[in-house]
């Protein structure tokens, strides 16, 4: 049974860029959240998907995007990067809103 | 608003020995789960336990229990017979109820755990 996967593990882009992260929910599991972890910090809320919609978000500026397909798998961008968006993201999933989230190993984006 | 405090930065304990980390939290919600999550220096996030506002009776999962004293809004994890892979941070997370067909999860600062041999 797989767990939740992430790609790419690392990541370095340059200020201004865009970037694109990738998680794919545990089997069974339909709803996705995403987090940003700053170094020595708890995680922060970004947003959460499920049925396709953006169901909440935390307080993270438009730059910020994402997006779940069909098969449940999810999608964060992130808009002109700041050297403030270096951190590790975490993406979460479970099965329907309420239930228990279980981690991905996360993607360390760096920006330069 | 909602807010999640974790007091201790790093805490030390003998193997064997149990250690209790504290969390308290503040919600308006009368529905609430609480979590608690172990991250090793890999960086991925381990669930441990899960305690809902409704539960009568503690939470516990193997070496791990929680305290939960809901009039005083703490939810503190206890390990017991602590090992030296318990070392790690934890973090004390709070999901609050749907309001508009979703959740959000907040988490605590952490507390970094060293299991001396």
């Known amino acids: 049974d797989a767990g939740v996967t992430q790609s790419p593990t690392h990541l370095i882009k340059t200020r201004g860029q865009q970037v694109t992260l990738r998680c794919s929910p545990k089997?069974?599991?339909?709803?996705v959240s995403w987090y940003q972890q700053a170094l020595g910090q708890g995680p922060q809320f970004i947003f959460q998907?499920?049925?396709?919609?953006?169901?909440q978000r935390g307080n993270f500026p438009d730059r910020f995007s994402g997006h779940q397909f069909p098969n449940y798998s999810s999608e964060l961008n992130v808009n002109a990067l700041l050297l403030g968006d270096s951190a590790l993201y975490l993406c979460?999933?479970?099965?329907?809103?309420?239930?228990?989230?279980?981690f991905g190993p996360g993607t360390r984006l760096l920006v330069l | 608003a909602q807010k999640i405090t974790q007091t201790q930065p790093g805490m030390f304990v003998q193997e064997k020995e149990a250690v209790t980390l504290d969390c308290t939290y503040d919600?308006?919600?009368?529905?609430?789960?609480l979590f608690w999550y172990k991250q090793p220096s890999s960086g991925e996030m381990i669930f441990l336990i899960y305690?809902?506002?409704?539960?009568?009776q503690n939470a516990t999962e193997g070496r791990y229990s929680l305290n939960f004293q809901k009039a005083r809004k703490s939810a503190n994890l206890v390990i017991s017979a602590s090992q030296l892979g318990d070392s790690a941070m934890y973090f004390c997370?709070?999901?609050?109820?749907?309001?508009?067909?979703?959740?959000?999860?907040?988490f605590g600062a952490g507390t970094r755990l060293f299991v001396k041999a």
């Open positions: 305690q809902g506002s409704y539960d009568q």
């Open positions: 089997s069974g599991h339909d709803t």
């Open positions: 979460a999933s479970s099965r329907r809103l309420q239930e228990t989230q279980y």
């Open positions: 997370a709070m999901r609050e109820a749907p309001h508009t067909g979703g959740f959000k999860t907040i």
């Open positions: 998907y499920y049925e396709e919609e953006e169901r």
């Open positions: 919600t308006s919600d009368p529905s609430y789960g």
